[in-house]
């Protein structure tokens, strides 16, 4: 349950940041580059490895327990549809062996960039991220819809961080299915994982 809580939160994380930029052309910089590196942790000790620690999926905490009680925003449920969104192509990805393969690699082409970089946010790097996102997510037969305002989503370099911050979203989704996070849960253990996410934020 404490790992299934971490990688959701990583989902809703990338859901809000999101959201964040489709409406509003700006997101948290510290929780987007948590979230984008993440993309190249691919060999964890611990569901936090991913994360380089808790804090870096702490506004996915946050959103979670806002979510799991009654605090809970239409900005929040946006995140959560955007969340589950992404369990739906993480799921759809693990099938397809093909893709998965396909998708890891252009994962790795990337990387070199990431480390040279020092950056998650480095415009190369989005931008590569992005194009990975488009070429091997996209091509899914469901794609995720994102509302946002139309003059913020015509710009390339905004579609690109949506893009990356998606296959972020779809990493997380990963670690979910692997740690045995599934949807029924949400509903019918949701209290224990509210209970996992507040202690895991005062931690």
């Not at 911050?165 to 779809?170: F, H, I, R, Y």
């Amino acid at each position: 349950m404490r790992d299934a809580t971490i990688a959701f939160a990583g989902m809703l994380q990338a859901g809000e940041l999101v959201r964040q930029i489709a409406t509003s052309g700006t997101c948290s910089q510290q929780a987007a580059r948590a979230s984008l590196d993440s993309i190249f942790n691919l060999s964890p000790r611990t569901a936090e490895d991913v994360y380089d620690g808790l804090g870096g999926v702490r506004m996915g905490l946050r959103v979670l327990i806002e979510l799991f009680t009654s605090r809970a925003a239409q900005d929040n449920l946006v995140s959560l549809n955007y969340a589950l969104g992404m369990g739906k192509l993480g799921r759809r990805i693990q099938r397809d062996q093909a893709r998965q393969q396909a998708l890891g690699e252009a994962i790795s082409l990337v990387e070199s960039a990431w480390r040279e970089s020092e950056d998650a946010l480095d415009e190369s790097v989005i931008s590569q991220l992005g194009d990975v996102y488009q070429r091997h997510v996209s091509t899914l037969d469901f794609r995720l819809s994102i509302s946002g305002k139309p003059e913020i989503l015509k710009q390339d370099e905004k579609v690109a961080l949506v893009r990356a911050l998606l296959l972020a979203g779809v990493r997380s989704a990963f670690l979910w299915h692997q740690v045995g996070g599934r949807q029924w849960r949400l509903v019918f253990q949701r209290r224990k994982m509210l209970s996992q996410a507040e202690a895991l934020i005062s931690a």
